[in-house]
């Protein structure tokens, strides 16, 4: 058997054909949903990058291991101690390390583990291929690689490849004679001006006001797509464009790893899954284009599976899905050696897809974190998110956020206030889950660690953007907002003071 995993960098699912999107931006990627399968209801369980793939690879999640942040003590998975025998639990309990175990040849193509020193994310590899620029790669840095290993080895039995598309992670830098598919096309309808006003009296890193990270000088060396501000709708849908454009981009080489394999002829003998570590916020909770919060639109990934011969055509798995059960699905579909591994070693992740055959594995509820810009808790059920805001990472936040999806969709009012017994009742699960999960780890709780430390690494306050970023605030009329976070630190602010 052969499994490719294609793991696109902040790919969120609504701005896929095949979760319904109205521009065309992923027709290859909508090919493979065709002949396969998508999981409708999909989430990373710890954002952004570090936490993720940490837990993907590591098969648990990041509350009971304690990485939850970009840096400081809680970047790191801590040291076993005595207990370490001649290899360690991290490394034996590794998705690679048991794939290995069970026959196969593991190689992953990515500059992820150099950009962030996660080597956490390659034990049991045999094989990883660094291209060398640490994220700012392009997908055809990324394909040339691929290329070379497929047509090496690509024809052998029995291998697991990893492949880490950089495409639309920000900067939005798509070669500009790729052009813009998108010049004609409408952006999403809940994006008005009042929204935009309302974003524009806030603040925040990568906020309207400050798109590119604490203020509006947006480098064009980098950012070739995107503005600095988002002034008007004009501004907006520039900035899409820019996004959906990568999306675009790192399709185009979906499907030309696609050609290759059919040029093996293995393409009807390879499991190709299609997912990402997190999605992106596009102006949503006031962030446009990073990955900032523990809300539907950083956490949310898609999830894309199509297994040669299996009666899964065209199919969608309901249910909400943690992103370990789709590592847990892997190595289920890998072999029998996989499943009873992912028991020995305490796997969290549940499989949903059984060799073709639909697995009940339905989580009532999800409990999802995010630690590198905010420290934030969230639950995602039914058509409610919940989310609890310890620190803001110098946003406009309430301690509690409650948002109806169903009514909507884009988390523009925070119902909270008027449903205090709901979030009284759920806040509850959500607090208890996560003290169970903290229970578990070395370091006590790792949200304690990390606001010990000062707060998640992009946003401390007294870093070094702090007072350059409280003069910005007074210099573009928000001395108030300024006032409040010199008082106030990235507390939760009142709910009457809130936007969000």
Not at 83 to 97: E, I, P, Q, V, Y
Not at 218 to 235: C, H, Q, T, V, Y
Not at 295 to 323: L, M, Q, W
Request: proline share 6%; with cysteine; glycine share 8%.
């Amino acid at each position: 058997m052969r499994i490719l995993y294609i793991d696109i960098d902040s790919m969120r699912p609504d701005h896929l054909g095949c979760y319904g999107y109205h521009r065309n931006t992923s027709p290859n990627i909508d090919l493979l949903a065709a002949d396969g399968a998508i999981v409708r209801n999909l989430y990373a369980s710890d954002t952004p990058c570090l936490p993720s793939r940490t837990g993907f690879f590591g098969g648990r999640f990041g509350t009971q291991t304690g990485v939850v942040n970009h840096g400081g003590v809680c970047a790191d998975l801590p040291i076993q101690g005595r207990s370490r025998d001649f290899r360690s639990d991290a490394a034996n309990r590794s998705l690679a390390s048991i794939l290995t175990r069970c026959g196969y040849w593991t190689a992953s193509i990515s500059p992820f583990p150099r950009r962030h020193s996660a080597y956490q994310m390659v034990y049991g590899f045999h094989e990883t291929i660094d291209t060398g620029r640490g994220g700012l790669e392009n997908a055809e840095e990324i394909f040339a690689e691929v290329e070379r290993w497929l047509n090496g080895r690509g024809k052998q039995n029995n291998w697991f490849l990893h492949v880490n598309m950089w495409d639309p992670h920000t900067p939005y830098d798509t070669p500009v004679e790729f052009g813009n598919p998108f010049e004609g096309d409408p952006i999403d309808p809940w994006l008005v001006p009042d929204v935009l006003e309302k974003q524009r009296e806030s603040y925040g890193p990568h906020s309207a006001r400050e798109v590119p990270d604490y203020d509006s000088n947006m480098n064009p060396k980098f950012w070739p797509w995107g503005r600095g501000e988002i002034a008007s709708l004009d501004d907006a849908k520039i900035h899409i464009d820019g996004y959906d454009c990568g999306v675009r981009y790192a399709d185009q080489y979906v499907g030309r790893i696609m050609n290759i394999l059919a040029d093996l002829q293995i393409d009807e003998e390879t499991i190709v899954i299609v997912a990402a570590d997190h999605g992106e916020n596009l102006g949503e909770l006031n962030i446009w284009g990073d990955h900032q919060t523990a809300d539907e639109f950083t956490n949310h990934i898609p999830g894309v599976i199509r297994i040669p011969g299996s009666a899964f055509k065209n199919h969608v798995i309901e249910g909400f899905h943690y992103h370990l059960d789709l590592a847990a699905t892997i190595l289920d579909i890998a072999s029998d050696k996989g499943r009873d591994e992912m028991v020995q070693w305490n796997w969290q992740g549940r499989p949903f897809v059984l060799r073709g055959d639909a697995l009940a594995s339905d989580r009532e509820r999800l409990f999802l974190s995010q630690g590198a810009w905010s420290l934030q808790r969230s639950m995602r059920w039914d058509d409610w998110l919940l989310i609890h805001t310890q620190h803001t990472g110098i946003k406009d936040f309430s301690e509690w956020m409650l948002y109806d999806l169903k009514k909507d969709p884009h988390e523009t009012t925070n119902v909270a206030a008027a449903n205090t017994e709901l979030v009284k009742e759920q806040g509850r699960y959500l607090q208890e889950e996560f003290a169970r999960m903290a229970s578990e780890c070395c370091l006590g709780d790792p949200f304690k660690v990390v606001a010990d430390e000062g707060g998640p690494l992009h946003a401390r306050v007294h870093g070094y953007n702090w007072i350059p970023y409280l003069q910005r605030l007074r210099e573009t009329g928000r001395a108030h907002h300024a006032d409040w976070l010199e008082r106030n630190g990235s507390a939760p602010r009142p709910p009457e003071l809130a936007a969000y």
